[in-house]
């Protein structure tokens, strides 16, 4: 597939299997490997606020818009993680990119598991904001909340600030493909188990999940097994963060976020 793209005032449209894709650059582009952003759902890049320019003060940033979402164009087939994965797989590869260090907030951390299962060799690093493993890590109201989305929530949300933000964005079709998303049962313990990149969780302490899931997906990934010893030499090359003093809601309203993440992504 040949590299298709219709440059923007912001950034560029891509045709990427059979749609068109939104993605904006940032930073320096001759840095390697690129941090790609995966935002979270209903939104677009701009959902990680301050975070895009921390990061592109030293790394090259390639923050793009889920299909469906914000300006990249929506299938007519259901929203599925495995397919917005492969979608996001083939721009890396239009784009020249061989690895990059993803981060996936909330839907986008979903998706950024997925391009790690489905596509494992363009992966380095992989970080999962606020995300879960399997679909009942959510709390019982937010998985009522999902068992009504539809037309009518995205009625309501585009009376918004997302409706002023992106006004051509058809909002009752996006909540109900997401809402139909969100419905679908899964649990990908297993292929967390077998992830082989080195892998950084980030948590609020006032989460939209389970603590008890936050744990799990920890020791999955081969965390809190065991005393780390004193200099450290036994604790897993996996991490875990919790940021205090924040919800699922506005764990990306400061930079907190690109502070925690940057120095494991320089590490060895």
Do not use: C
């Not at 964005?169 to 997401?178: H, K, N, S």
């Not at 799990?216 to 963060?241: C, H, I, M, P, V």
């Amino acid at each position: 597939m040949t590299l298709q793209e219709t440059r923007s005032a912001r950034g560029r449209h891509v045709e990427v299997n059979g749609t068109s894709l939104y993605y904006e650059s940032h930073g320096p582009e001759n840095s390697d490997p690129p941090v790609v952003l995966l935002h979270g759902g209903a939104g677009g890049i701009e959902m990680f606020g301050p975070n895009i320019a921390a990061f592109a003060r030293t790394r090259h940033v390639i923050a793009v818009d889920l299909p469906g979402h914000a300006r990249s164009e929506a299938r007519d087939r259901p929203m599925r993680y495995e397919s917005m994965a492969d979608d996001i797989a083939e721009l890396l590869r239009q784009l020249g990119v061989r690895q990059a260090d993803l981060v996936g907030y909330s839907l986008g951390g979903g998706v950024s598991q997925q391009v790690t299962f489905r596509h494992p060799e363009l992966v380095r690093r992989l970080v999962v904001v606020s995300s879960p493993f399997r679909r009942d890590a959510f709390y019982p109201e937010i998985l009522a909340a999902f068992d009504q989305m539809g037309a009518a929530t995205g009625s309501m949300v585009k009376q918004g600030p997302l409706g002023q933000l992106y006004p051509d964005l058809d909002f009752e079709r996006l909540f109900t493909q997401i809402g139909d998303l969100q419905r679908q049962e899964y649990d990908w313990s297993r292929e967390v188990a077998r992830i082989r990149v080195p892998v950084l969780l980030v948590f609020a302490d006032a989460d939209t999940y389970h603590p008890e899931h936050i744990i799990e997906f920890y020791k999955l990934l081969g965390g809190g097994q065991q005393d780390a010893g004193w200099q450290g030499t036994l604790r897993s090359r996996n991490q875990l963060a919790i940021i205090p003093d924040r919800t699922h809601y506005n764990l990306l309203a400061t930079t907190r976020l690109a502070e925690i993440v940057e120095p494991f992504l320089a590490a060895d």
